[in-house]
């Protein structure tokens, strides 16, 4: 009669004791008690956790095999924080066989959500093998999201996008930006194709995309990706040394990074920010700001106002 008690007891001590061996990272990644919210992308409802992490310069190394192990820590971290989302691109030198690397040597690839880009102006020749490099990079079969990459011809179409979503070769499409010179362009784009995910450069010290992307894409039933979130660590060089404000508490920010994060995932229109982390206690510190409570419209206003004088 006591069987299963006892059995649930040994599960119990077994776990406890597996815990005790793991790096500090990783417990402190596994020992949130609360897990990383989720955002519905909106053509398909499917969830998506709202920290994940971009591999621009940091992803891109080779015969390094402290940056690599540091690397994987960092997937590690994000998986075990309740994290999925992994950006990254052909023209990020060779971030794409990094993550490749790293995840079929953790063996989480049915963990990920895995997202990459091709040259937009790029012929449908040229675009193809591009899209084979990157599964293969990649070690998959298909990549979870293709982006055409800072897109600036206001005439850009979907078509080959959606032939390889069709094709299987990607679940979902989109398009990215990080250059306000191309809003105008993208943002008719955004308009006529409503696809499913839109990236743009965001941040508290950058905020032009409030005026007419985010609202755009909102419109458009785009799930929103933002990318630069700290600005190229602009925000953290103003910042310097200065406390948090009092009210940062309010909306549970305890470090520069989560505050900054938050002020992000408070916007209505936005799905997940993507980061560039090469440190586990820092993928630690971004999936924090997506726990608990985020600022709400008046806590917006407060915070803009509060940044603006430190400028």
């Known amino acids: ?10 599960r119990v001590l077994a776990a406890g004791a597996a815990l005790a061996t793991l790096p500090w990272w990783l417990k402190e990644a596994l020992a949130a008690d609360t ?9 398909s409802g ?24 540091e690397r994987s820590k960092v ?7 309740g994290g999925s989302l992994i950006d990254t691109a052909h023209s990020y030198g060779r971030a794409e066989d990094r993550v490749g690397d790293i995840v079929a040597r953790l ?52 078509g080959l996008l959606r032939e390889w979503k069709q094709q ?24 006529r194709e409503k696809p499913d995910f839109f990236q743009v450069n965001y941040s508290l010290g950058d905020r032009v995309a409030e005026e007419r992307l985010l609202p755009a894409a909102r419109d458009a039933g785009a799930a929103v990706l933002v990318n630069l979130p700290f600005g190229r660590n602009s925000l953290f060089r103003t910042a310097g040394k200065r406390p948090l404000p009092d009210f940062a508490a309010e909306f549970g920010a305890k470090t520069w990074a989560q505050f900054f994060l938050k002020f992000i995932l408070s916007h209505p229109a936005v ?14 510190d971004n999936l924090q700001a997506g726990r608990g409570s985020m600022p709400d419209a008046a806590m917006r206003q407060r915070i803009v106002k509060y940044w603006e004088t430190l400028g």
């Not at 299987?168 to 308009?191: D, F, H, P, Q, W």
Request: aromatic share 8%; net charge neutral.
């Open 168 to 191: 299987g070769l990607c679940r979902y499409v989109g398009m990215t930006t990080s250059n306000e010179r191309a809003y105008e362009a993208i943002g008719k784009v955004l308009v």
């Open 107 to 158: 063996g989480v690839r049915d963990k990920l959500f895995l997202a990459t880009k091709y040259s937009f102006a790029q012929d449908k020749a040229a675009a193809t093998a591009s899209l084979q490099n990157s599964l293969r990079r990649l070690q998959t079969q298909r990549v979870d999201l293709m982006q055409a990459w800072n897109v600036r011809d206001e005439h850009y179409d979907f």
């Open 35 to 43: 897990p990383v919210m989720t955002r519905p992308i909106p053509h």
């Open 1 to 10: 009669m006591n069987t299963p008690v006892n059995a649930q007891r040994r």
């Open 271 to 284: 799905t997940a920010v993507i980061p560039g982390t090469d440190r586990p206690e820092y993928m630690i």
């Open 46 to 69: 499917e969830p998506l956790p709202i920290i994940g992490i971009g591999t621009a310069i940091i992803f891109d190394f080779e015969n390094d095999a402290e940056k690599f192990a």
């Open 75 to 81: 997937i590690q971290a994000l998986i075990a924080g």
